[in-house]
């Protein structure tokens, strides 16, 4: 099965950071992001949606983003 993908607004809402947060992350080499082919747009992979929240947060936060993501990927599907 194929990784999914979320736009910035998306990773960012997940994350509980700001879009321009993960711009600056990407720029600085703490959380790369992968560009979309088409368009060069920031596109961020389930998977390293998961590491990032496994690397900075616990417990109750950690439970809270994967919510998010699951909310998320209801609308991707």
Do not use: C
């Amino acid at each position: 099965m194929p990784d999914i993908y979320f736009s910035i607004k998306e990773a960012a809402e997940i994350l509980s950071v700001s879009p321009l947060t993960l711009r600056n992350w990407d720029k600085s080499g703490k959380f790369p992001a992968k560009r979309h082919p088409m368009n060069n747009y920031r596109v961020y992979s389930k998977t390293m949606l998961e590491k990032i929240i496994e690397d900075i947060e616990t417990g109750t936060q950690r439970s809270n983003a994967e919510k998010r993501i699951k909310k998320l990927l209801i609308r991707h599907e």
